[in-house]
């Protein structure tokens, strides 16, 4: 299917966005973000892009300049977060402290620190709704990433609408791309000539989610969805013996499922 047919009727069927709202698209340079916010612009939506710039040296500042031009191209607003501007270091610094103090690896603290500083910024920016670029590819991963370590609890809250709505100047995270293939997506930001980088994350090398990745590459797009879609169905019944509202975090405000937030919990110390 067209994607900009499969984006419209993702965010229709699951009502992810109206046209009053103010949406902002995290934007990381990838063909992903790059290719929800244009679609999504597109569509006659109020996009504008939040960039986290991580300090990874030349890959960030490539990936800086390049959706500086093409924000101004498509006269779409974006804003720029310094993390070394936010918490002094870079990301591949806190990694390392965090590896050595809590023995804590791979991208998932990456995920955890981006998530926090785009949830802060998209409150600032009065955000409606918060998007990311995830794709069925990174959906269908998290599924058999949590099966295979034996908690599919930790899938509970996966839908291509996230919580939010319930905690008080909190932007609902969004996923309109939730049911498109990464080759789909990969294709179409190729037909429209996009001038981005097309490589992976110089930081992502040996750890889980990559392996799955990589273990996951004989499987059709029609079994990822299979495998997606089966999930979902699954859902509405896990949620009801195992859900945890999001709450404040006592520590930083932000939205979080325990007393303190996942940021606080593994940034305690750093
Ligand atoms: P990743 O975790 O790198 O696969 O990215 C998943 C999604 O998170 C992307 O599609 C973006 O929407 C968002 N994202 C990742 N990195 C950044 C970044 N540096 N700045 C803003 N958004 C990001
Ligand atoms: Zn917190």
């Given at each position: 299917?067209?994607?900009?047919?499969?984006?419209?009727?993702?965010?229709?069927?699951?009502?992810?966005?109206?046209?009053?709202?103010?949406?902002?698209?995290?934007?990381?340079g990838?063909?992903?973000?790059?290719?929800?916010?244009?679609?999504?612009?597109?569509?006659?939506?109020?996009?504008?892009?939040?960039?986290?710039d991580l300090k990874l040296g030349r890959w960030s500042e490539v990936h800086n300049e390049k959706m500086?031009?093409?924000?101004?191209?498509?006269?779409?607003?974006?804003?720029?977060?310094?993390?070394?501007?936010?918490?002094?270091?870079g990301i591949c610094?806190?990694?390392?402290?965090?590896?050595?103090?809590?023995?804590?690896?791979?991208?998932?603290?990456?995920?955890?620190?981006?998530?926090?500083?785009?949830?802060?910024?998209?409150?600032?920016?009065?955000?409606?709704?918060?998007?990311?670029?995830?794709?069925?590819?990174?959906?269908?991963?998290?599924?058999?990433?949590?099966?295979?370590?034996?908690?599919?609890?930790?899938?509970?809250?996966?839908?291509?609408?996230?919580?939010?709505?319930?905690?008080?100047?909190?932007?609902?995270?969004?996923?309109?791309?939730?049911?498109?293939?990464?080759?789909?997506?990969?294709?179409?930001?190729?037909?429209?000539?996009?001038?981005i980088l097309?490589d992976k994350c110089p930081c992502?090398?040996?750890?889980?989610?990559?392996?799955?990745?990589?273990?996951?590459?004989?499987?059709?797009?029609?079994?990822?969805?299979?495998?997606?879609?089966?999930?979902?169905?699954?859902?509405?019944?896990?949620?009801?013996?195992?859900?945890?509202?999001?709450?404040?975090?006592?520590?930083?405000?932000?939205?979080?499922?325990?007393?303190?937030?996942?940021?606080?919990?593994?940034?305690?110390?750093?």
């Open positions: 299917m067209n994607i900009e047919k499969q984006v419209a009727e993702t965010i229709k069927k699951y009502k992810l966005a109206k046209k009053s709202d103010k949406i902002v698209v995290a934007l990381s990838g063909k992903d973000s790059v290719s929800v916010i244009y679609i999504m612009k597109k569509l006659g939506y109020d996009v504008q892009g939040l960039l986290i500086i031009k093409f924000c101004e191209a498509n006269d779409i607003p974006l804003t720029i977060v310094d993390l070394k501007k936010e918490f002094g270091q610094f806190i990694k390392a402290v965090l590896k050595k103090q809590k023995n804590l690896t791979g991208c998932t603290v990456c995920g955890i620190i981006k998530r926090w500083i785009l949830n802060k910024w998209a409150k600032k920016l009065g955000a409606d709704k918060l998007v990311t670029g995830h794709n069925l590819d990174d959906e269908a991963q998290n599924v058999l990433m949590n099966f295979l370590k034996g908690n599919v609890l930790l899938g509970v809250n996966s839908s291509p609408a996230t919580g939010g709505k319930e905690v008080e100047g909190f932007a609902q995270r969004i996923k309109p791309l939730f049911f498109t293939p990464e080759d789909e997506i990969r294709r179409y930001a190729k037909s429209k000539n996009f001038d097309y992502a090398f040996g750890t889980y989610r990559v392996e799955t990745r990589e273990w996951m590459a004989g499987i059709s797009n029609k079994e990822k969805l299979a495998i997606v879609e089966n999930f979902q169905k699954l859902i509405p019944g896990l949620r009801k013996e195992n859900v945890t509202e999001l709450r404040k975090c006592r520590k930083c405000g932000e939205p979080g499922r325990g007393e303190l937030c996942n940021f606080c919990k593994i940034m305690g110390s750093l």
